[in-house]
């Protein structure tokens, strides 16, 4: 059974910072790329990163950019994504995804996990 597990989300206050994890159980991560997304309440959701299969390519949402990193170990089967600079409007479910390539577009990616909340609020 293919299985993506986030894991790292909580509270924190603005301006602070957390490492959220994706973890694979059943398979190895080695051929995918990694994407990160996230849902506010009432929102769609929304790519926020994407780290190809080799860690070259590194795509992220303007929202993020100069705040959050994403990075891969494909030794420990885990990617990651630091979040530095936290705002209140980062506040969402985050969720990784498993595919062959990146892509912006939640419906193009095959493997989800279930998400982690993170909550920015002083």
């Known amino acids: 059974q293919l299985q993506l597990v986030e894991s790292g989300g909580g509270l924190v206050q603005p301006g602070g910072s957390l490492r959220l994890s994706c973890a694979a159980s059943?398979?190895?991560?080695?051929?995918?790329?990694i994407g990160w997304f996230r849902q506010a309440p009432g929102r769609e959701r929304e790519g926020v990163s994407c780290i190809s299969r080799h860690g070259n390519t590194l795509n992220y949402a303007d929202s993020v950019k100069g705040r959050f990193t994403i990075s891969r170990d494909n030794a420990k089967n885990t990617v990651y994504l630091q979040m530095n600079s936290l705002r209140p409007e980062d506040t969402a479910v985050y969720y990784c995804?498993?595919?062959?390539?990146?892509?912006?577009?939640?419906?193009?990616?095959?493997?989800w996990g279930q998400g982690t909340l993170v909550t920015v609020s002083s």
């Open positions: 995804a498993a595919e062959f390539r990146c892509s912006s577009w939640p419906a193009d990616w095959g493997y």
């Open positions: 059943g398979f190895t991560l080695d051929p995918y790329a």
